[in-house]
């Protein structure tokens, strides 16, 4: 059929999924990636005013480690923070050529991500034991409000680190550039989710 | 067809190598961050005024040790760091409004 | 120019295949199966017509409701037959609308008509279909993701649709969902804010690709002053879209835990309703809701009227043969408004008890906001001057824009100065103000849209005498629903009554002498739609089944969607070499013209297309370096 000719022709490739765009020195990938976090940022930027705004308003609060189990919830942080290094590695390890630690790099992460929401469960299984619910007070209510949805995060980057594990290696061996880019932008993703347990542990636990 | 770029042509093994090193330094010095406003807060149990004080500090530097080389984003390219002026700006514009609305209130303060 | 059929059916051949079935087609040139051609596309033109035609189903539906309520508002208490065929006697007793029922076809109204309605329209049919082709791209960057983007929003449809079906009916505070009523409202209000979940992440996952592929993906030679301003204005609504949604999200996910896990976001005590009580932990706040409800709230209103304001620019610069006066005015004003939209928000609010400080602040920042408004509208009406006017049925719908606009613009004025407020808040004169800018205003400029890119589309151009009927009677009517709204506002009659206002003393003799005139403009506004429908079905259907009637460019257009590739446009890929643009977006009449009054954005100096642009066929072809 002489329209397959037409169809060929059509310049459908998309540019700057794996190259650099020489004005904004950014490929497709990695600009929209940090559109999505700032929008994240707007997100958790509401949350957090609001937290503040109903703190201040409240004439009683309790501190964070008088509710909370910091102990268990520093654990966490250091849990996250191990899993932004074994994220990067695994993408340096890949800009290396080197399959097969990016690989292991990438379920380290994974193990990590599961290991915080296992604590996380922990915690959330110790307080519904001690009848504190969102509906018990604010400082409950914020609490559940951020850290659930920071796991909800969570929960989203390992997904995706599962899917990159298994199906999505198959990218590695069709364009290496263009996975090596993914695990970039997933990476981006999860020092996002890092960041905000960084500001979200010390104003919920500590203060 | 356009004029791309290939990405990883200009670092070579070496430079990935620096930047790993760099990646377990910043580690070393999350981990010391957390363990001083871990201590410093729950440890000795600060008074809430110098605790927000103390946890807001050390909080932004682990976030520009992540941002700023987990994220790379000191080396990144203008236009990220366009878009991340104006969102930071508009964070702020959203934490000032509501506070300033509840705190001077007609009839006074917070009720 | 190259010679077009006319008036007949395309003959047969690969161009025509091309053309006509250019969806069909993966870039393999294999067949692709039905369900990925038609339903699960990632071309962003069938993406585009996808959200073009639910979006103005959605239209058609909250104007419906409000023709419901526009009955009750005009002959309170009366019964109709009508009233009771479409809703049922359970919420229209013997065919008198009941008040709880009033007040869902008011929420549903605003937020069908806002977020189901004209932004997919603006936004997601008409900048998906054309931002890549006016920007000399293949596709979106992400075309997965605009795949995945309508299919939120249309999930997010189907469950504001259902909710009407929830016990005690959908939602039914508002558009705005003020707590602490919408808190404590029937089941229909949490499937509102898990629709609007899903309708945000549409709209997030959106407003990434459109400002992608803005950045990353225009052609050689098309730096951003040389894009078309409708391109400008789908640029600055998709950071608005992208910044001022989340916290809106926000919102809605605490609101949503006050309603099912009974937290107290924006619950200050326990409440006392109906006698009975409520027990809250207590500690919130509701004007948390507000200001969290707002923040997007503004900057949605923008996201209203920008896109408007870019199709408007383009009929006007196409329709007077010169290039628009000011673009640069236009461009700094577009971008500045999108910035100032952000912090203007609590001007929605000056009746909630704020101190002086921020009310000034608020008031001040909204007087500013004003002045880019008005800017963008004296460029359009300067840009009308000395030019050679055809009024096509595009043109007539884009030259009411302005003085429509003209008018909400400025009756929002006294809305903006606190004092003047006081009297005016939560009265008709706020709602005649917002629908000036939005029915005579964005979806007039939708109209003009729709007239003037439909030939683009399909290859059809839609039939001038239903066009002119439509735009005649549309301009009358609309005008009739609306100006008395003013007088009413002043007159004191609030929002939201039940009764249109006649049970109050101070309001009862406007109300009743405006209210019936307003309801009869509203369904004579309805018979006037119906040459519209027929003209759009009637040539959307010949269309599809191969019949064009004009050419490529039937306008004469300098655009490189017009100018450098087929109507309808090719297959997935829409060029056959990507065009390399040499110059802005309106030289129409310029003095390097030779046989016509126009010179494309990618034409060489001779005025001729370079080979390759458009239909030829596919040896390869030297690209003109830029």
Known sequence: MPDTHTAHALELEIPYTVGHRADTGLYNGKLGIWLFLASEVMLFGALFSSLILLRTSAPLWPRGWEELNVPLATVNTMVLIISSVTVVLAWANLRLGNFARGRLFIAATLVCGLAFMVIKGFEYAHKFELHHYPSTNNFFATYFLLTGLHGLHVVGGMVVFLYFLTFGSRMWHRDRDRFTNRIEIVGLYWHFVDLVWIFLFPTLYLL | ?111 | MTEQPQNRDLPQGAQADAARAGLLRDEGGHHLPWIRRYVFSTDHKWIGIQYGFTALLFLLLGFSLMLMMRLQLGWPGRAFALLKMVLGEGRAPGGVLLPETYNQLGAMHGTIMVFLGIVPLAVGAFGNYLVPLQIGAPDMAFPKLNMASYWFYFAGGMIMLASFAAPGGAAASGWTSYAPLSVIATQGQTWWLVGMLFLITSSLLGSINFLVTIIQLRAPGMNFMRMPFFVWAQFVTSFLLLLAFPPLEAGAIMQFMDRVWHTSFFIPGPLVITGEVVNFGGGGNALLWQHLFWFLGHPEVYVLILPAMGIVSEVIANNTRKPLWGYRWLVGSAVFLGFMSFVVWAHHMFLTGMGTMISSFFQTTTMIISIPSVIILTVLFVSLWGGSIRFTTPMLFALAFLPMFGLGGLTGLPLGLATADLHLHDTYYVIGHFHYIVAPGTIFALFAGIYYWFPKITGRKLNDVLGRIHFFGSFIFINGIFFPMFIQGLAGVSRRLYDGGIQYAHAKVVAERTNPFMSISAWCLLAVQLPFIINFFWNAIAAARGRKNVGDNPWDATTLEWAATTSPPLAHGNFTVIPVVQRGPYEYSSPECTDTDFLPQHANTAGNPPAGGGMLPTHAVARSES
């Open chain 2, 1 to 111: 067809m356009a004029e791309q770029i290939a990405v990883q042509a200009h670092h070579s093994p070496e430079e990935i190598q620096k930047e790993i090193r760099v990646y377990i330094a910043v580690f070393c010095g999350l981990a010391v961050l957390t363990g001083a406003t871990v201590g410093a807060c729950y440890g000795l149990k600060l008074p809430v005024h110098y605790a927000v004080m103390v946890a807001v500090t050390i909080a932004i530097m682990k976030g520009f040790l992540v941002a700023g080389f987990f994220m790379h984003l000191l080396s990144e390219k203008k236009v990220i760091y366009g878009i991340l002026a104006l969102t930071v700006f508009f964070v702020a514009v959203l934490l000032w409004g509501p506070l300033e609305h509840f705190l001077n209130r007609m009839g006074g303060g917070i009720r």
